[in-house]
């Protein structure tokens, strides 16, 4: 069965930092492009990052662009989002994500919290 686990999230203080982790079972990430999201109360979830199955192509909200870093480790079937600079805006659910066969999966989430 396919599942995405995240992991990483905490509460941090402004300008501090913390890597996200999203790994995979059931499949194999190499193939696939894999996102990262989040949502804060009381607002739509947004994209945050992805990179393409290669790791070659990477994308980022301008929100966080120059602040994260999205990297992956294929050999451990594992997705990284290194956060520096943190903000309180960037306070929020992070969740990973792949399209998979014609199916969206997500993680369960983690909370992310930083502090001014």
């Known amino acids: 069965q396919l599942q995405l686990v995240e992991s990483g999230g905490g509460l941090v203080q402004s300008g501090g930092s913390l890597r996200l982790s999203c790994v995979a079972s059931g499949f194999t990430l190499d193939h696939y492009a894999i996102g990262w999201f989040r949502q804060a109360p009381g607002k739509e979830r947004e994209g945050v990052s992805c990179?393409?199955?290669?790791?070659?192509?990477?994308y980022y909200a301008d929100s966080v662009k120059g602040r994260f870093t999205i990297s992956r480790d294929n050999a451990k079937n594992t997705v990284y989002l290194q956060m520096n600079s943190l903000k309180p805006e960037d306070t929020a659910v992070y969740y990973c994500?792949?399209?998979?066969?014609?199916?969206?999966?997500w993680g369960q989430g983690t909370q992310v919290t930083v502090s001014s």
């Open positions: 990179i393409s199955s290669s790791g070659g192509s990477t």
């Open positions: 994500n792949v399209f998979y066969r014609g199916r969206q999966y």
